[in-house]
């Protein structure tokens, strides 16, 4: 058979080496790709608002205008892209002699020998992908998002030479070093989006009722509980959308730099995610108390 059937099939042999990934149609990774750029073009926007006040003294990004800008323009896009991710989930199944790739509501064979070569993407938007060429150069109607390609690229390796030769590509290898060293748990988060900007909220909401009112309570004093806690809720959304923006600015420059260098040195791929990761850390963890300190110091 020269090509493979686009059309769900009916039955299927048992297979083996399952995999769960997300099929897009190159319009729906088009919409995720673009939902994804906005949200990173709000941080971008975000970021340099937040950057002139510092220089300038200005309050063109006020505490809530940031929290607010962040959670609709950036969070919004990024909910949306992911429920698209959703709502094409499915698994990808490595058979005897075929590919099977089995959606909610379609299921696909592809004979190997259907299979012409497997191209992984240049760039892992909306995750890292592959692209199923089949025969004529025509290209499979679903691109294969999923978070472990190195792993189907070997199952399939023992059928598709191919899809061994693929393996090498620097992206695969980007997305093989960012999956064994790059994931987080829970606690991680919690930490840094939570507990770190609660810390550094209340320090300087401490600082900024000495200032203003002449002790802790100052404010609570004189005015009671809710315009305090007002206040005080007001300095943990501002610190909070400027951690969030901090964090997200530092990780795009990182996965951008660290994909560009794992494409100089595929080989030492994962030594770069080592160091990509260290560096998000070292920016985050010890370079803002570093600045907060020398600020309240000075």
Do not use: C
């Not at 009916?10 to 995999?19: D, H, I, L, V, Y």
């Not at 203003?212 to 007001?234: C, D, N, R």
């Amino acid at each position: 058979m020269a090509d493979a059937p686009e059309s769900p099939a009916e039955t299927s042999p048992p297979g083996r080496g399952a995999f769960p990934i997300q099929a897009y149609g190159p319009a729906t990774r088009a919409l995720s790709v673009a939902l994804r750029l906005i949200a990173l073009l709000n941080v971008l926007y975000v970021a340099v608002h937040i950057v002139r006040d510092i220089v300038t003294g200005t309050r063109t990004a006020p505490p809530l205008a940031v929290a607010f800008g962040i959670a609709l323009f950036s969070g919004g896009p990024l909910l949306l892209a992911v429920l698209l991710g959703h709502n094409y989930r499915g698994n990808v199944e490595v058979g005897p002699h075929r590919l099977a790739l089995t959606l909610r509501r379609e299921r696909f064979e592809i004979p190997f020998d259907a299979i012409q070569a497997i191209r992984p993407w240049r760039v892992p938007i909306p995750g890292p992908g592959l692209r199923i060429v089949l025969g004529s150069n025509r290209s499979f109607q679903r691109r294969l998002v999923l978070r472990d390609p190195a792993g189907l690229l070997e199952a399939l390796g023992e059928k598709l030479p191919a899809a061994k030769s693929a393996l090498d590509h620097p992206a695969v290898r980007f997305a093989d070093a960012r999956r064994a060293l790059g994931r987080r748990r829970w606690p991680y988060f919690v930490v840094k989006y939570g507990l770190v900007p609660l810390a550094f909220a209340i320090v300087l909401f401490r600082l900024h009722q000495y200032i203003m009112y002449g002790g802790a309570f100052g404010q609570y004093h004189l005015f009671g509980l809710g315009p305090y806690l007002a206040a005080f809720l007001l300095r943990w959304v501002g610190v909070f959308g400027a951690l969030v923006v901090y964090a997200g600015l530092v990780r795009i420059v990182v996965e951008v730099l660290s994909l560009g260098a794992t494409y100089l040195l595929p080989r030492r791929a994962k030594g770069l995610r080592r160091a990509a990761e260290i560096v998000v850390d070292v920016a985050y963890f010890v370079l803002i108390p570093a600045y907060v300190l020398a600020h309240l110091l000075a």
